[in-house]
Structures are given as C-alpha cells and as structure tokens.
Nanobody, 124 residues
Framework: QVQLVESGGGLVQAGGSLRLSCAAS????????MGWFRQAPGKEREFVAA????????VYADSVKGRFTIARDNAKNPVYLQMNSLRPKDTAVYYC?????????????????WGQGTQVTVSS
C-alpha cells in the first residue's frame, strides 16, 4: 500500500508560479512511476504530467508543455510539479498518482494509488 500526500497548492495571480510536492510512504518510492492530474469544477479529471520510475523520462499534456515541469528525487522521496506562467484555466484540484510501472501513463487507469488532492487557484 502506498499513501500519497500532496502539498503546495494555494492562490496565485495569473503569471505567477507554484510548486506542488507529493510525498509517498508505505513502499519504495523509486519503484513507482508518478503522475499529476487535475480536475476543474464541473469537468473531468485530466492528465497533466508523468515521470518515469528513474526520473529520466517525462511527458506532459499539451496545455502545460513549456510551463510545467515534473521532477523527482528518489533519494528524498517527493515528486514535484513546478508550475510557471499560471493561467486562470489552470485552476483545479491537483492530484498525485503512483503507478506500478516503469513509465507514467496519461490514463487514469494506469495508476494504482492516488492522493487526496491540493487546490490551486489562479486569479486573473
């Protein structure tokens, strides 16, 4: 069993930055590919970014490419989502997820564990 806890959400003005963190406990963190998803009010949850088990490969949704960066430090546990040039459309609850695979997926079904989410609000 893996427990995931997100942190770092909050309120920021458009154009600003936030860094989300996801801490995992319960099993060896480096055994899992990790992903970030988000869900805006009234919308379905959508893929944001994913990183491989080793940290050597990352993929992004087109909507965040060039603005968001996913990273991990297997020695220290957390996986991070650095979000720059934030837009009001980025407002959502952001979820961290872990997958028992080498590479992260853009599909929710590819993940085995989920965090509770952290709210990100971007004001215009």
């Amino acid at each position: 069993q893996v427990q995931l806890v997100e942190s770092g959400g909050g309120l920021v003005q458009a154009g600003g930055s936030l860094r989300l963190s996801c801490a995992a406990s319960g099993r060896t963190f480096s055994s899992y590919a990790m992903g970030w998803f988000r869900q805006a009010p009234g919308k379905e949850r959508e893929f944001v970014a994913a990183i491989s088990r080793s940290g050597g490969s990352a993929v992004y949704a087109d909507s965040v490419k060039g603005r968001f960066t996913i990273a991990r430090d297997n020695a220290k546990n957390p996986v991070y989502l650095q979000m720059n040039s934030l837009r009001p459309k980025d407002t959502a609850v952001y979820y961290c997820a872990a997958a028992r695979s080498a590479y992260g997926s853009s599909r929710e079904a590819g993940y085995d564990y989920w965090g509770q989410g952290t709210q990100v609000t971007v004001s215009s």
